[in-house]
């Protein structure tokens, strides 16, 4: 069988005229990656420029073609006609898992030739994960979730959950290693953000006055304070609600790490818009699982071969460092997560918020989005109540964003002005035209100065940039 496709392989690639010698083969759960040895002056961009024509010739779709690192080879990674499913559990019971060292090890999947790929989360010291719809991203999120669960102890780790589907991370409620419910109100992962921002800057006061560096070192001096890991399934529904989150999202980025706080960030749409030069500069590390396109595969990798990726867990971990690994993500079905959680049931009201040093405030922020919770879930079951005005006043109004809301009050409050000041014996039409003038000359001054900030920002970030 493989012989056969050796053969066939070389047979095809000297109709293209390349030639070169087979090195080693490996059959992995997902591939046979075949290695090609290319006769001297052979570019390898003519094979990779090929590659559709050579796919179509041996009736497979989906080869990928790359050099082999550190060596003169390239692979060819030929589809299998069945591709395997890699079962989670037996990884995480296996002695090379236990044995993983750092701080955060997480099972990325296993790599082509079918072997572990674990990876310390708090050296990354962030993931960013995109891929399009049905593409692995979820099942990946919580195998990431599940190996740490598998090697820290709820007093080691927090984790808040974010969940715009609802359906991803409900069966992680109630369990020990919760900050929080999972967060499926985008208004409030905005909140816990900030949160999360604010926790990072008490822990380096905390560090401060115990003269540390970072988390391990104030753990080693026997205290207690548990890493926290903020998964964001959905990435986009977050940011396209609430701009601001850039911001939160590149200050815990570049100063979390020492903190031992830790974000993996997923999202369908790889577009612009979502994965922010901001976002992209400050979260090195990406797993790409299939794209739709070789411009989403870009954004994501900063180059083109995503889209070209199977489907099912298969994705390109790219590191910091630069390197690039193909791997296949483990798969755990519900029934296996939910045996595995068995052991850290509890009540949301029992969770120790020891260590965290805003932890009452989170604590209070936990109860109030508890109450809010089970508000909207008899609301759904009994029927939505018809809405009076003053509520879809509320509604417009929150939808407005804080900047906007601050430019119409002031308009706002330039029309009553302009209204007050206007001389009595005046019409009253030519004093609602004043006070109308001087709403929309504040309006302008608004709008120029925001126009005044932007081109102030662009500048300076130019000029720091150099
Ligand atoms: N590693 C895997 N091994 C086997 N099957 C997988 C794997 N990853 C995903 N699948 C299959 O693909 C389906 C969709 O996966 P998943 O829910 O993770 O997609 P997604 O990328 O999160 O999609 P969406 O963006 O729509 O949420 C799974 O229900 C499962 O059947
Ligand atoms: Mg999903």
């Known amino acids: ?52 024509d050579i796919a179509r010739e041996l009736g497979v779709s989906g080869i990928r073609v790359a050099p082999v690192v550190n060596s003169t080879y390239i692979s060819f990674e030929i589809p299998q006609p069945q591709a395997q499913t890699i079962d989670f559990v037996p990884i995480l019971q296996s002695e090379e898992f236990r044995s993983a060292k750092g701080g955060l090890p997480i099972l990325i999947g296993v790599d082509m030739h079918g072997k572990p790929v674990l990876k310390d989360l708090a050296k990354m010291p962030h993931l960013l994960v995109a891929g399009t719809t049905g593409s692995g991203k979820s099942v990946g999120l919580n195998s990431f979730i599940l190996s740490l669960i598998g090697k820290k102890q709820p007093d080691e780790l927090k984790l808040i959950l974010v ?20 967060v499926t109100d985008m208004s409030m992962a905005a909140r816990w953000l900030e949160k999360l921002c604010d926790e990072m800057n008490a822990r380096y006061a905390v560090f401060e006055k115990a003269m540390v560096r970072n988390i391990g070192e104030y753990i080693e001096k026997g205290n207690k304070m548990p890493y926290i890991v903020c998964v964001i399934d959905e990435f986009a529904d977050l940011i396209l609600f609430d701009k601001n989150v850039e911001k939160q999202v590149q200050i815990l980025a570049q100063k979390s790490r020492a903190a031992g706080i830790h974000l993996i960030i997923a999202t369908q749409r790889p577009s612009v818009d979502v994965i922010t030069g901001v976002i992209k500069a400050n979260l090195p590390t990406r797993l790409s699982y ?51 959680l068995v052991p850290y049931r509890c ?15 989170i604590q209070e922020q936990t109860q109030e989005y508890i109450a809010q919770q089970e508000k909207a879930k008899e609301e759904a079951l009994n029927g939505a109540k018809p809405q009076g005005l003053w509520d879809k006043m509320k509604g417009w109004w929150n939808k407005l964003g804080k900047p906007m809301q601050r430019r119409v009050v002031n308009i706002g409050i330039a029309f009553v002005m302009a209204l007050i000041s206007s001389k009595s014996g005046k019409s009253k039409k030519s004093a609602i035209q004043n006070a109308t003038d001087a709403a929309v000359k504040s309006a302008k001054r608004s709008v120029k100065a925001q126009a005044k900030q932007a081109i102030t920002k662009t500048i300076l970030d130019s000029l720091n940039k150099k």
């Open 1 to 52: 069988m493989i012989e056969n496709l050796t053969e066939k392989l070389t047979e095809t690639l000297s109709h293209f005229g390349i030639e070169g010698t087979i090195g080693e083969i490996f059959e992995g759960p997902l591939i046979t990656d075949i290695q090609f040895q290319l006769t001297h002056g052979t570019k390898f961009s003519t094979v990779a420029n090929s590659i559709k």
């Open 163 to 182: 969940d715009p589907k609802r359906i991803e991370f409900s069966m992680y409620n109630n369990q020990k290693y919760m900050l929080c419910p999972t």
């Open 290 to 340: 299939k794209v739709s396109s070789p411009v989403d595969s870009m954004t994501i990798l900063n180059m083109a071969g995503a889209e070209d990726l199977l489907g099912r867990g298969d994705s390109l971990l790219l590191e910091e460092n630069g390197t690039l690994t193909r791997t296949l993500g483990a798969y755990t079905p519900n029934n296996d997560i939910m045996n595995l």
């Open 347 to 361: 009540e949301m009201s029992d969770i120790d918020y020891s260590g965290i040093i805003t932890g009452a405030q």
